[in-house]
């Protein structure tokens, strides 16, 4: 009983909820300008090895929306936002990647001795970590009245931080390192999805096929 009340939710709040995360991830100039900022801001914090800086770049980027929606799409059976949310994450990455990629040739930073970059090992426990993480993300993002909550869980997701490593890493030519934070993007990534499927599934969102569809189509016009 006590699980069931854990992931009720209303239909209205699922209809809201689908607006949200459609529309926070449309592949707009807000959302690009804040991966922008946010990707310059986690670029100098891994740059300056100033742990700081890198979080407050994690609370300003918009990448959990797309992967959020990624799931969404899977759950709902909406391909048209699968698709859209894989080519705007993509597009996010590939923006990230060439800001840090461009500061990494600038500014010689020596990624070996950037402790969180350090710390960027592929795992068991790292998997672990991103499925939690995509729990209590796409949770807090759909459960009503929990959304003072999503500042501390966006310190949890680690997207954006493996991403500027990468391109800091690649300026650098550090190929092994390269392909270890590489492996370690792709298990977040993967976990968070796939805590998202599970909570999206629990809360039934698989009833809001026609409400996922109608925003998509609605996004796509715009």
Not at 1 to 12: E, G, R, W
Not at 154 to 171: C, D, E, K, N
């Amino acid at each position: 009983m006590l699980l069931k009340s854990l992931f009720k939710i209303s239909q209205a709040d699922r209809g809201k909820f689908v607006c949200k995360v459609i529309d926070s991830s449309s592949p707009n100039a807000d959302f690009y300008f804040l991966v922008f900022l946010s990707s310059l801001i986690v670029a100098f914090g891994l740059a300056a090895n100033n742990l700081i800086l890198v979080i407050g770049g994690m609370l300003v980027t918009p990448l959990l929306s797309p992967v959020l929606a990624i799931a969404l799409g899977a759950v709902t059976s909406e391909k048209k936002l699968l698709f859209r949310s894989i080519k705007v994450f993509l597009l996010a990455v590939f923006l990230s990647l060439l800001i840090s990629f461009v500061l990494g040739s600038i500014v010689k930073v020596y990624v070996y001795r950037v402790d969180l970059i350090a710390l960027m090992r592929p795992s068991w426990f790292a998997l672990v970590i991103a499925i939690t993480a995509g729990l209590a993300a796409s949770y807090s993002w759909a459960k009503p009245g929990l959304d003072q909550l999503l500042p501390g869980i966006a310190i949890t997701v680690s997207l954006i931080p493996p991403i500027i490593a990468l391109g800091l890493v690649l300026a650098e030519q550090s190929w092994f390192l390269f392909f270890r934070v590489l492996e370690f993007l792709l298990i977040n990534v993967f976990g968070i999805i796939a805590g998202a499927l599970i909570i999206f599934i629990l809360m039934e969102f698989y009833r809001s096929k026609r409400k996922t569809a109608i925003e998509t189509k609605a996004s796509l016009k715009q």
